[in-house]
C-alpha cells in the first residue's frame, strides 16, 4: 500500500506551514493503526510502518509479518489526507495563538468587516475578533472597512481557535495612543504617571516630566496641536486633558482640575483627602457638566476632592 506523492507533499507542507515532517508521519500512523484495530484480529499487536516513499505496512508484532487487506490501500491515502488537513488546520489555530499572545497590551490594527447588534466583527488578517459594545468607545459609529485601531486585552484558547478580547474603551488604550504618537514617552523623557477616563466623554492624563527643558503638556500637545489631534482622531469627540504631574499633591491636585486655574488646594495626605477653594467664577469649570471634571481629577490623583467656594475674607 503506497501514499501517492507522500514525499513531496510532506516536504511542502513542511516548507510552507512549518509543520515539521516527523509530526505529520507520527499523526498519520496513529489514524491509520486506529483504522487497522478495527478491521484486524489481534488489535493489541498491530503498528504501522510507513518508508520515506509512502509505502504503508501493517504489521502483526506477535507473528512477524504483515497482514493486508483489500481496499486498506485507499483508506490509507484518505486518512493520510485527513490528516494532512487537520494538522494544517491545528498549525494555523497555533500559529494565530503564538503570534498574538505576544501582543497582549499593545495596540493592533484591524478593519471593521460588520455591525452587529452586540458590536463590531473586526478582520485582524489572520483572524476575526469580536469588538463589543462594552469595549467600544459610546458614541462611535464605525463604519465597514474602516481601519481601527484595537487595545489586545486577551487571548484565550477556544475549540474553534484562539479568542482575541479586544477594547477601545480600556484607559490603556489612551496609554498606547500617547505611547505611539509621542516619541518622547519612548525615549523616557517623559513619562504617563496615571489615566482617569470616561471613555466617548473625557480622559485626564498625567504626563511627569524628566529632563528640564522639556514641557509635558506643550511636548504632548505638538506644533499647533499636531500631535493631541493625531491621538484624538483614533477617539471620537473624547476629550482629552493632558495633567502636567508633580509630586506635590496640592500642586497636582490643582493642575488636574484644569481647566480651572485657581485653585487653592489643602491636601490631607494622611486621610487622603482635599479641601478646593474657588472663586464662583471658576467653581462650574472646577467641577464639570454633572460633576464630570472633579470626578475624573479625584480617580486619576487618588484624593477625595471638596470642592468650596473662597471665603469671604479672602475675596476681599
Known amino acids: 500500500m503506497k501514499i501517492p506523492n507522500f514525499k513531496a507533499t510532506l516536504a511542502e ?3 510552507e506551514r512549518g509543520i515539521k515532517e516527523v509530526d505529520l508521519i507520527a499523526a498519520i500512523k496513529d489514524a491509520l493503526l486506529s483504522a487497522a484495530k478495527k478491521r484486524f484480529e489481534n488489535p493489541d499487536s498491530l503498528e504501522v510502518e510507513i518508508s520515506p516513499e509512502g509505502l504503508v505496512k501493517i504489521m502483526d ?10 481496499d486498506f490501500g485507499r483508506l490509507a491515502a484518505q486518512t493520510a489526507k485527513q490528516v494532512i488537513i487537520q494538522r494544517i488546520r491545528e498549525a494555523a489555530k497555533e500559529g494565530a495563538y503564538d503570534e498574538y499572545i505576544g501582543k497582549v497590551g499593545q495596540l493592533i490594527t484591524g478593519t471593521v468587516q460588520l455591525r452587529e447588534p452586540m458590536g463590531y466583527l473586526i478582520n485582524l488578517g489572520k483572524i476575526e475578533a469580536f469588538l463589543a459594545n462594552s469595549e467600544s468607545i459610546p458614541g462611535e459609529n464605525l463604519r465597514t472597512k474602516e481601519k481601527v485601531k484595537l487595545l489586545l486585552l486577551e487571548v484565550k484558547k477556544g475549540s474553534k481557535g484562539p479568542v482575541i478580547v479586544i477594547s477601545r474603551a480600556h484607559p490603556d488604550f489612551v496609554r498606547r495612543l500617547f505611547e505611539q504618537e509621542i516619541s518622547e514617552i519612548k525615549e523616557c523623557i517623559l513619562e504617563i504617571k496615571g489615566i482617569a477616563r470616561e471613555p466617548g466623554r473625557r480622559t485626564k492624563i498625567a504626563i511627569e516630566s524628566h529632563d528640564s527643558n522639556v514641557g509635558a503638556v506643550g511636548t504632548c500637545v505638538g506644533p499647533m496641536g499636531s500631535r493631541i489631534q493625531n491621538i484624538t482622531r483614533e477617539m471620537g469627540a473624547e476629550r482629552v486633558d493632558i495633567i502636567e504631574w508633580s509630586d506635590n499633591p496640592e500642586v497636582f491636585i490643582a493642575n488636574a482640575l484644569a481647566p480651572a486655574k485657581q485653585a487653592k488646594v489643602m491636601a490631607n495626605k494622611t486621610e487622603q483627602s482635599a479641601t478646593v477653594r474657588l472663586p464662583d467664577k471658576e467653581l462650574s ?32
Open 61 to 70: 508484532k506477535e507473528k512477524g509479518k504483515e497482514v493486508v487487506a483489500e
Open 13 to 15: 507542507i513542511e516548507r
Open 285 to 316: 469649570l472646577a467641577i464639570g457638566k454633572d460633576g464630570q471634571n472633579v470626578r475624573l481629577a479625584a480617580r486619576l490623583t487618588g484624593y477625595r476632592i471638596d470642592i468650596l467656594p473662597e471665603e469671604e475674607k479672602e475675596k476681599k
